[in-house]
Structures are given as C-alpha cells and as structure tokens.
C-alpha cells in the first residue's frame, strides 16, 4: 500500500460566505482544477491527474511567490499536507474548447516546477 508522505500544497486562498477555502493554483474547476477542504483526502477531477505538491516548504514557498508577483486579485498559500505519491510521470487535464468539446493536455514531470511531487491523494491538515 503507498503510504502518506508529508508535503506542502500551494493553493489559491479565496473568501466565501462559509469562510476560507482553497482552489488548485493553475487549474480552474471547468479545466480539471479541484477544492481542497482541510482534513478532507482529495483526488483528481475525472479524467485529470495527478495532483502536484511539494516536498520541500522552500520549493513550494520559492513557486507560490512566482505565482504572488503582480497579482492583486488572488493569493496563493502554501499549507502542510500528506500526500500519497503517484506512479504517474506527467500532469493532465481536458482543456475545455469553445464549442464544449476537450483536449487532453499534459505535462512531463521534468518541465514542472522544481521539487514537485506528484500525488494520487492530498490530505490538507487544518491550519
């Protein structure tokens, strides 16, 4: 059995009637992107996968200011989480076209930020 890794996940923060809650960072819902709630396990959308995380807090924190830089509509955090690490090699997701159809799309572990992991499972531990 693959078992639980730590982590650290960088999300988009966003402000909702409920309270606080996290998006992926570079995926939207209607292109494979998920909510991550704290203390819930989360898995890819259909037909997407995996998820990404990092192992070292300075790879993740060096990432989530690349992604802060000029930004003044969202904020990206980096959170402790578990993870449990995926055979996969590459990230993929449907990109959703304008006349509702979808290509798939992916990308090579090799090309993704450095220290990324990829993940079957993230667990988001409650801050």
């Not at 890819?44 to 995996?50: E, H, I, K, M, V």
């Not at 006349?99 to 667990?123: F, H, I, M, N």
Request: charged content about 25%; hydrophobic content about 30%.
């Amino acid at each position: 059995m693959n078992e639980w890794k730590f982590g650290n996940k960088v999300l988009e923060l966003y402000v909702k009637p409920q309270g606080r809650g996290y998006f992926s960072c570079a995926r939207m819902p209607e292109n494979g992107g998920v909510e991550y709630l704290p203390n819930q396990v989360t898995k890819p959308a259909p037909l997407c996968g995996p998820l990404t995380v990092f192992e070292s807090r300075n790879d993740a924190e060096r990432f989530a200011q690349r992604l802060n830089h000029g930004l003044n509509y969202c904020f990206h955090v980096v959170l402790p989480c578990l993870y449990r690490e995926s055979r996969d090699q590459e990230v993929w997701s449907p990109l959703v076209l304008e006349d509702g159809g979808s290509w798939p799309t992916g990308q090579q572990k090799d090309y993704l930020p450095e220290g990324t992991r990829l993940a079957d499972e993230v667990w988001i531990l409650d801050q």
